[in-house]
């Protein structure tokens, strides 16, 4: 990478093209809740939108764990498949997207950066090794 396109990626995580600052997503089960000083901190100092997308039915019940985790959001979408996550991001044009699964974040198109979150459900902590499906992984 040279200096030059380093600096306009950094110039990219402030605005985007069109002047506005970039957009936030973030998963909640595994994610929010994996790290809540974190995601808390991260939101709080976003300087764009914060959507929190969430493979959950109960709409009331994640807003009241984005509540008592302190999670400052400007939406909150549910969805019903892995796929449709990946649709939310699209449509909402989020730049920077958190999970921590990997079946959710196949689908999501290239020029969204992802930021896989790792948890005792992707990761053997006593094997050291990430946890892949043939779905979702390819030994290298
Ligand atoms: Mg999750």
């Given at each position: 990478?040279?200096?030059?396109?380093?600096?306009?990626?950094?110039?990219s995580l402030h605005r985007k093209?069109?002047?506005?600052?970039?957009?936030?997503?973030?998963?909640?089960?595994?994610?929010?809740?994996?790290?809540?000083?974190?995601?808390?901190?991260?939101?709080?100092?976003?300087?764009?939108?914060?959507?929190?997308?969430?493979?959950?039915?109960?709409?009331?019940?994640?807003?009241?764990?984005?509540?008592?985790?302190?999670?400052?959001?400007?939406?909150?979408?549910?969805?019903?498949?892995?796929?449709?996550?990946?649709?939310?991001?699209?449509?909402?044009?989020?730049?920077?997207?958190?999970?921590?699964?990997?079946?959710?974040?196949?689908?999501?198109?290239?020029?969204?950066?992802?930021?896989?979150?790792?948890?005792?459900?992707?990761?053997?902590?006593?094997?050291?090794?990430?946890?892949?499906?043939?779905?979702?992984?390819?030994?290298?």
């Amino acid at each position: 990478m040279t200096p030059s396109s380093s600096g306009t990626e950094d110039a990219s995580l402030h605005r985007k093209h069109d002047g506005t600052p970039p957009t936030l997503g973030i998963d909640i089960d595994g994610t929010i809740d994996e790290g809540p000083a974190f995601f808390r901190t991260l939101a709080a100092i976003w300087p764009g939108r914060v959507i929190i997308i969430t493979y959950r039915r109960d709409r009331a019940q994640a807003e009241a764990e984005l509540v008592r985790l302190g999670i400052r959001y400007h939406d909150l979408i549910l969805v019903s498949s892995f796929d449709a996550k990946a649709e939310v991001i699209e449509r909402e044009r989020v730049d920077v997207y958190f999970d921590d699964q990997p079946e959710m974040l196949r689908a999501i198109p290239a020029h969204v950066n992802v930021m896989l979150v790792r948890n005792e459900g992707n990761f053997c902590f006593t094997d050291r090794l990430w946890l892949f499906s043939d779905q979702t992984g390819r030994q290298v």
